[in-house]
């Protein structure tokens, strides 16, 4: 296989791999903005806080689906009162 050849499949290959990559960000983001929007104000502002206020909404995104249950419950206690 000569220089050229090589060259050509080598750079193809970069291609694909960065449309992939690409594909994969757009992805995230879309799922990210989704579980935002399914948040209500109080609850993203809240953990926003709890990680300092300067978190990024894909560290927002992360803590809430980590605690999903906890969040949704205190939502659940500010909106209905407490279930005791």
């Not at 709890?50 to 939502?75: H, R, T």
């Amino acid at each position: 296989m000569d220089a050229n050849r090589l060259t050509k499949r080598t750079l193809k290959g970069i291609a694909a791999a960065f449309v992939v990559a690409a594909f994969a960000y757009a992805g995230r983001m879309d799922f990210e903005e989704e579980v935002v929007r399914t948040m209500s104000d109080e609850q993203y502002h809240y953990i926003k806080d709890e990680l300092g206020g300067k978190a990024s909404m894909s560290e927002v995104v992360d803590e809430y689906l980590s605690k999903q249950d906890y969040y949704d419950s205190i939502e659940s206690e500010r909106n209905y009162g407490t279930t005791e």
